[in-house]
């Protein structure tokens, strides 16, 4: 069974930062892709960015030039954010996707709360 650890949430003031880390029990693979994702309450859970073993990543458009994933070579994935905005406070989830087979993981989730 693949396990995700998160890590790295926090309280932080607006125009600050965190990093989140998500550590995998397996390597993660050149064509499988780990991804933050997060969840406010009462919302569904978005797509935040994402990055594929062979390193090609993919943001949403709200935290492009703020954000940065990195790590998909290894068994870390690290999400770098900058500039935090009050509308990124939010529940930040790990998930790792595999082609073959065809599986999904997520992690249980780490708390992101960005005051104004």
């Known amino acids: 069974q693949v396990q995700l650890v998160e890590s790295g949430g926090g309280l932080v003031q607006a125009g600050g930062s965190l990093r989140l880390s998500c550590t995998i029990s397996r390597n993660i693979g050149y064509y499988n892709v780990v991804g933050w994702h997060r969840q406010a309450p009462g919302e569904q859970r978005d797509l935040v960015a994402e990055i594929t073993g062979g390193g090609r990543t993919n943001y949403a458009d709200s935290v492009k030039g703020r954000f940065t994933i990195s790590g998909g070579n290894a068994k870390t994935v690290y999400l770098q954010m900058d500039n935090l905005k009050p509308e990124d406070t939010s529940v930040y989830y790990c998930?790792?996707?595999?082609?073959?087979?065809?599986?999904?993981?997520w992690g249980q989730g780490t708390q992101v709360t960005v005051s104004s």
């Open positions: 998930n790792f996707r595999t082609l073959f087979p065809a599986n999904t993981y």
